[in-house]
């Protein structure tokens, strides 16, 4: 029976390099990881060389706050039974994958983030997130958003560079194209949510781990702003999970905190706004400045060359000493409620400057922004029909690497 098996494997993987379209399944978790895998559905879909499906791997409802992507996830949504036993060239995660295929495939892991090693270092021997993903034995090509987050896996423990069964390509990150692209109107963006677009606006963001900026500090932050002496438009957001009850940390709960929020909005309801759900891209674009923490959405909102207050907890240790010093180096820092004060002060002031600085930031960990979903699925259209790394032409997609990663890494 074990040797039928190994024969129709073989069989089969055979006969899909040969003939077909590039078969492509996308594995969707949650808003935040389409966002990223949205952009290349988007694109493949008009594309005659690919054949693509999406399928829930959650046990969660998916519903997307932006319906032009659920009627996207929808068109080509699948069954879990069926993208279990169907054929796939590639299989396109942003999270760590548990779905068990019945057939080879090549496992593309795409990043939802666009930083390394900005999280916070708990213990010794400590991991990255996007270590432990890119360490994962289903996945064969990482996709990195820049340099940045290239040279750090490159400089992990695990040696990638002299494994042979995985290929990196920094492509940029593809969720990024509008915000890049200035296809937000701020005016626009605030009169939508009901603000008043002659005030400067202030984005808070806060990430779910602890030390994050709301964890910490809670309203006060909020309460802040509203009591400055010159008006300003509040928007909050934070990571979906967040806002979550969540067991294994009872000294928190996320939701108590987002009815404290909403009950301020209800309060202030001219210049306060909770935004708890859906991508945060629009909010940036209406933000004049941003107060943030440890989470990737610091070096999202460099694209805008805009001010940025960052929350450092004095007990965080970050996980790199060169992405915290970028994030330092390009923002305002600030530990409690006092030096936040003092911060704003000097970000809100019309003479702040801190251009160089941020431009950095964004040039280490982002390549492409406007054209990341492009050169991704042109990669995948070179690298053509592949059943797996084990396949004989898994010698095309390493050269292919070699050839972009010369190409790319001559760019910095």
Excluded at 180 to 198: H, M
Excluded at 297 to 320: H, M, Q, T, W
Excluded at 377 to 392: D, H, K, M, Q
Aim: neutral net charge; aromatic residues 8%; contains cysteine.
């Amino acid at each position: 029976m074990k040797k039928l098996k190994r024969f129709s494997r073989k069989f089969v993987s055979k006969l899909v390099e040969k003939f077909g379209p590039i078969r492509v399944l996308f594995c969707v978790k949650n808003e935040i990881g389409f966002g990223s895998q949205a952009p290349l559905m988007a694109l493949m879909e008009k594309n005659p060389l690919f054949k693509m499906a999406s399928v829930k791997v959650t046990s969660e409802k998916l519903n997307f706050s932006d319906s032009d992507m659920q009627s996207l996830f929808d068109r080509h949504s699948i069954s879990e039974k069926k993208a279990r036993f169907s054929v796939w060239h590639y299989v396109v995660a942003t999270d760590k994958r548990y779905l068990w295929l019945s057939w080879d495939s090549v496992g593309v892991h795409l990043m939802h983030g666009s930083c390394f090693g900005n999280g916070r270092r708990s213990r010794i021997e400590h991991k990255p997130w996007a270590q432990q993903e890119a360490e994962q034995d289903n996945v064969a090509i990482c996709i990195c958003s820049g340099q940045g987050v290239y040279e750090g896996l490159m400089g992990i423990s695990h040696d990638f560079r002299s494994d042979s069964k995985k290929a990196f390509l920094i492509a940029g990150s593809p969720k990024l194209a509008d915000l890049a692209n200035g296809a937000y109107d701020r005016t626009s963006v605030l009169l939508s949510l009901g603000l008043d677009p002659r005030l400067k606006t202030v984005l808070v963001s806060s990430h779910w781990t602890e030390m994050s900026l709301l964890r910490d500090l809670d309203t006060l932050v909020v309460q802040l702003l509203l009591g400055w002496k010159d008006e300003l438009n509040i928007i909050v957001t934070g990571h979906p999970k967040l806002w979550r009850l969540t067991p294994a940390e009872p000294s928190f709960d996320g939701q108590a905190l987002l009815s404290r929020l909403q009950l301020l909005s209800e309060e202030y309801s001219d210049r306060l706004r909770i935004c708890p759900t859906g991508h945060p891209f629009e909010l940036m674009a209406a933000s004049d400045i941003i107060l943030c923490d440890h989470s990737s959405i610091r070096v999202e909102f460099s694209l805008l060359d805009r001010p940025a207050g960052l929350y450092r907890n004095k007990n965080f240790i970050c996980e790199s000493k060169t992405t915290d010093e970028l994030y330092r180096n390009s923002s305002e820092v600030f530990h409690d409620i006092d030096s936040l004060e003092l911060v704003l002060k000097e970000i809100l002031s019309p003479d702040y400057e801190n251009t160089a600085s941020i431009r950095n930031l964004r040039h280490f960990f982002m390549m492409n922004p406007s054209r990341g979903a492009k050169k991704i699925v042109n990669f995948l259209a070179e690298c053509g029909r592949v059943s797996s790394p084990e396949s004989s032409r898994w010698k095309r997609v390493k050269q292919l690497e070699n050839d972009h990663l010369i190409e790319d890494l001559q760019q910095y």
